[in-house]
């Protein structure tokens, strides 16, 4: 297959997680006999220290070309840190989401075996967590009108939906439910606002098409609890976007460390694959940044396009990265494991498994090499 990936590094600690990313594909393409070629394009406070745009045009003319785009991470504190900055990285991609019509973000949140004794709560609790977060990402308060008032003492934020934005979302939920244990959650505020009224009412009517799947109701802050209570119960989680960015964030921290945390964005043309953590400034240059949230991306975008033997021979690799505990400090504070150690380890796994058993001896801690 021949696949044309756009990549876009951005802020922070961008470059060096999309760096395994590529690694891996490359191995995937050499291994599978696969025709992967790559192009770069600039996004966040790093496009605009050059051109003054959060997202360039030529950067988004990069990606309408591409198959997919691999995106890295975004943010900055120069940024951050300042409420009153006009132009802001996040722009870029938001203004991204909207150039390429990506309306759904789907986070799928597993627990490794491995790695139980990371996450905060306890093993009981979490173990054999395996739901996906589905979240509406091209309408809600992201888009909506921002105002402040002359004195600057009142501010508001409009939140909008309209039945297309919700129904289009709806169907891709209902059709992943089907694939897995048939249990949709739709998580909502429908107590007190409108919009989550109305998501109610078109969620209701679009589930009669579905009658083999379990559809069921939650209000956020309930299932802001029951995430943490137990995860086990959901499958799907359906939300809107303000409400699936956080509670995807809170999901994260179930298995133990956000570096574990892929994701895709899906339009009607276009697809984006980036892991849900952020720019981690501090540690850029470092080396030190989990690549495995990256990794896990680039094995979603392999199944998107049915490469699914390639997909579950990364996946393979993953696991055993995890296993065999070559990870960054983040997950292993007792050996000194790279971003770049891991990201060569998954990509010779990949490509020779046999020959990395042979050598797993000889892999020489504390050093950024695998010998």
Known sequence: MKLKIAILPGDGIGKEITDQGVKVLEAIATKFKHDITFSYADVGATAIEKTGSPLPDESLEICKKADAVLFGAIGD???????????????GLLKLRKGLGLYANIRPIKVYDDLTYKSPLKEK????????????????MYYGENKVSEDGLSASDECIYNAKEIDRVAHLAFSMAKQRKKKLTLIDKANMFETSRL?????????KEYPEVTLNYMFVDNASMQMILNPRQFDVILTENLFGDILSEEASAIAGSIGLSASASIGEKMVLFEPIHGAYVKAKGKNIANPLATILSVAMLLEHFELFEEADALKTAVNKSIELQITTPDLNTSQKFSTSDVGTFISEFILDKKNVFTHIENMNLGQSTII
């Open 77 to 91: 504190p120069k940024y951050d840190n300042n409420p009153d900055a006009k132009i802001r990285p996040e722009q």
């Open 125 to 140: 609790v979490i173990k054999n967590t395996d739901f996906v977060v589905l979240r509406e990402l091209s309408g809600g």
């Open 199 to 207: 998501w109610r009412r078109r969620i209701m009517l679009i589930a």
